[in-house]
Structures are given as structure tokens and as C-alpha cells.
């Protein structure tokens, strides 16, 4: 097997999670979120969610079900931000372990292949997320403008070495058309 297509996404949104929206889960037949927290969610010092998250996840929670599994170990923080979603969580995940995924997914009483693995990271979440068999979508970090070129650095690195392994990172969200 090709180690690329592990870190392969299979929808690179191009753009922060906000825009993940109900119809394009549905063209996918997601019935599940597994969702990573720092810098997916939330910038990495932020320990709340915003309003237009809190927004965002009323409307997914709709049609999916969603779980946190975060690699933070902080009970805390992560604790926190999934109390201001109104979420289950994960903490200490260990991506890209695919224990907890299976964890949250199995808690969603969903098969992998209807759970979708949403991240900022390709050798964390996409690989996890891949290895299990989900369906991965890599989304845009949501950085706070002050600390966003330490924290780009290290997804900048995995960026590089995912092309030079012949991942393809162009956003093919165009690839979604509405379902009339």
C-alpha cells in the first residue's frame, strides 16, 4: 500500500470548519463527526467555544452525530469547550492511534465508514481517521492571528513532506454539488 493514501484527505475543505455544512455531510452520507479540538475548533489558548461554533454545531447536530477526541491532555480545557457545545468528549487520543475514534464512534452506535474524522492536521487526525477507515476531511486551522506562525510551522512541515509523498492538499471541495 502506498503510504501517501494514509495521509490522503478524502474532502480538503479549504477553509475553517464553519463551512462544513449539513448538505455537504449529506452528499456524503456522514452520519457521524469525530472532531479534533485545538486549532480545529478553537484557536490553541482559547478555552470556550465561539458563538458562531456554538451555531455551527446546533445546526450539524441535526443530521450527525458529534464527539470531541482531542490529543490535549488537559481535562480542563477540553472539558470546558465540549460543556460550551453541549458535547462528549475525549481526552489524551494519541492520533494517529485509532482507539479513541473507534471509541466515539462505537458511542455514536455508527460504523466508521458513516463517521467522518474532521481535523487541521494531516499525521494526526487525516492518518487516525484514514487508518480506521473513516472519512477524512482536512479543514483550515483556526489560529489566533498572534501565535499563527509558531503554530504553522509544524503543519507547514507536514504539508511539505505529505506533497513530496504525492498527496494531493488542493481543496476539492468543488467536487460537491447540491443535491436538487
Partial sequence: MNKAILLQPDLILGDTITDLTAEIL?????KGLVLDV???LVPLKEKEASEELKQWVAEIRKIAAIWLVSNNLSQTRIGNIAKSLHLPYI???KKPSR??????????????E???????????DVLAGNRLGMFTILVEPMVDPLIAA?????RNFEVWISQKLGVSLVSNRHKFTKQQ
Avoid at 102 to 111: I, T, Y
Fill in 150 to 154: 509558531r503554530s504553522y510551522k509544524i
Fill in 114 to 124: 458513516q463517521v467522518a474524522m474532521v481535523g487541521d492536521r494531516l499525521f494526526t
Fill in 99 to 112: 482507539k479513541k475514534l473507534r471509541q466515539a464512534a462505537e458511542a455514536m452506535n455508527l460504523p466508521v
Fill in 38 to 40: 485545538d486549532e480545529t
Fill in 26 to 30: 449529506q452528499q456524503y452520507q456522514i
Fill in 91 to 93: 481526552v489524551g487520543a
